[in-house]
């Protein structure tokens, strides 16, 4: 994929800040009940914007909206049931899934290989992240007095397929996104050069 231009990144940048803000609420309550978006804004992030201080921003906001949407319910947030020495893998989980993003970024390409290929990078990257968040929060949260294995899997398979399918119908939406408007967007800037 060849570099966006500023106008283009900037809109990025804003969508995915918005999809995140109006969906990760939701682990703590909110009142529009979308599925998370969080793991799909990091692998569309590292395809589209790719920028390691970018990453770093969205890190920052992913841990600021869980400060607000716990505090804000008058909660303390280091006491929270969801924040325990594991929430720092979450740093590690995003990663993998903006530096998947970054991977693909140069293979993308409109045709239905290199899309097929993205989505299955996203799949891996996303059952990756998965496993490192929820591993670390079971094995290392300290809200499971005496953590198994046979506890754990079957806590992944119950959690797992719902954030991972949640995660990949918004990186596939993204795609036809992208896909529609590297279609239609040259065809409508040309009917306007010729109208001038």
Known sequence: MNDL??????????????LMIAT???HFGSALHLPDASMAVFFLGGV????HALFAGFMLLAVAIDY??????????YQHYCVTPSYASLLLAYAVLWYAGRMYAPRMAANGRAVAIGLGLALV???VSFLISN???YWFGGRYPQPNLDQYLARLWRWGPLFVRTTMIYIASGFLVHA???R???????????RA
Not at 5 to 18: R, W
Not at 68 to 77: K, N, Y
Not at 184 to 194: D, G, I, L, Y
């Open 184 to 194: 239609f967007a040259p065809a409508h800037a040309a009917q306007s050069r010729s």
């Open 48 to 51: 589209y914007l790719r920028r």
């Open 180 to 182: 529609l408007i590297a």
């Open 24 to 26: 990760r609420f939701h």
């Open 5 to 18: 231009s500023v106008p283009v990144k900037t809109s990025i940048v804003a969508v995915l800040l918005t």
């Open 68 to 77: 607000v949407a716990i505090t804000g319910r008058g909660l303390s947030f």
């Open 125 to 127: 990257a996303a059952s």
């Open 135 to 137: 591993g670390a929060f």
